[in-house]
């Protein structure tokens, strides 16, 4: 006969192996990711058509504003709670800009193929910096985005074009699209995830100094301007001394667009290149396609130092283009053996995504299966 004291003993003892288990694999079912702190309204947010919003932005009129800009403008200042702004479907040509004093806002469109902010700012010709080229830029913290494209349409003649830039701490990008060419997706500084996104481009088209991880996401590679070479990652380093830095890609698909096709076996592609010293990038358990030239990763042209100083690795990818034999032999490029290797590049180790990524966005904390 079970006593109530050994019963809640052999409560605390079922529970100590479960958490040791998972402080080993790093893997967590769905149902265990609630964090308590999380609030319930974000966690309705993200997985539901039928809550409630702040504001609603609608080209057609029928919504409180025809602009995007106009209902960030709105939102309130310095919001402790989460503002939700609802875009309906349409074509926004506007440049957003969300700024510091507006953390905590929640976008949600109506569909990646339907809801879309577009711009065409671009270096040349216009004097600007990448980051002033950003169709949406976001620096308040918290941000949320969900169901919506952000597309530069400068084309590749125009040098660096910004689709999306975030410089905002814990921002979340679940089943959104980034079009563009050069520096499509700038992912400026600072923790950011993106889930079953679809982000395109041709050079250095996800770059920035942020710690960012990428689950799930569909990564196409573009045809670029004649005689030129595609890089898909170009991480920046540290950008500021103690806080993590770089880029992983889990469980995603790099594979050719349309428009390279014809010419894919002509165009290089690499899986990156160092913009800065200290560059780091890892994809891990990917399906890498044979856009990806054999020997995966390319210097930055005049710096080729920062071979030294960066750190490149990949872990049990998989395709035609994942085939490591002909990869470069920098001194920073690993090729990762063992889970235990590749565990400080998981969401739970390299930005604690355990602790403040709503449950209710599927993400995987450690090395899973995907989804």
């Not at 349409?153 to 060419?181: H, W």
Request: charged share 20%; net charge positive.
């Amino acid at each position: 006969m079970v006593t109530i004291t050994n019963f809640i003993l052999m409560v605390m003892v079922f529970n100590l192996c479960i958490s040791l288990v998972q402080s080993v694999t790093g893997h967590f079912s769905f149902k265990e990711e609630f964090p308590k702190w999380v609030e319930r309204q974000d966690k309705m947010l993200l997985t539901t058509d039928d809550a409630h919003f702040d504001m609603i932005v609608a080209g057609d009129g029928s919504g409180k504003y025809v602009k995007v800009m106009d209902a960030v403008s709105a939102a309130p200042k310095n919001s402790k709670k989460r503002f939700v702004i609802k875009v309906k479907k349409g074509i926004y040509m506007e440049n957003v800009i969300i700024g510091p004093d507006k953390p905590k806002l929640m976008i949600i469109g109506e569909g990646m193929d339907v809801t879309v902010i577009s711009g065409n700012l671009s270096h040349r010709g216009n004097n600007l910096t990448s980051y002033d080229t950003a169709t949406f830029g976001v620096d308040g913290d918290g941000f949320i985005a969900r169901d919506i494209t952000f597309k530069n349409t400068a084309g590749p003649m125009n040098e660096q074009a910004v689709a999306l830039r975030s410089s905002s701490e814990k921002s979340i990008f679940y089943r959104c699209r980034i079009d563009g060419y050069q520096d499509s997706l700038y992912a400026h500084s600072l923790r950011q995830f993106y889930k079953e996104c679809i982000i395109s481009g041709t050079v250095d088209f996800i770059f920035g100094y942020a710690a960012a991880v990428f689950q799930n996401c569909d990564i196409l590679v573009k045809k670029g301007l004649p005689g030129q070479y595609n890089t898909i990652a170009a991480q920046g380093g540290e950008f500021k001394p103690n806080i993590p830095f770089g880029f992983v890609l889990q469980f995603c698909n790099i594979y050719a667009d349309s428009d390279l096709l014809p010419v894919v076996h002509s165009t290089k592609t690499y899986l990156g290149r160092p913009w800065h010293a200290r560059s780091k990038t890892v994809f891990m358990q990917s399906n890498i396609s044979s856009v990806v030239s054999p020997e995966g990763w390319s210097e930055w042209a005049g710096k080729p130092e920062f071979s030294d100083t960066l750190y490149y690795a990949e872990f049990k990818n998989y395709g035609q283009g994942a085939v490591l034999k002909n990869r470069i032999r920098w001194r920073g490029y690993h090729i990762l053996r063992d889970f235990k290797e590749a565990n400080k590049f998981t969401v739970a180790q390299l930005i604690s995504g355990n602790t403040w990524i709503p449950s209710d966005v599927p993400f995987t904390p450690g090395f899973g299966l995907g989804n």
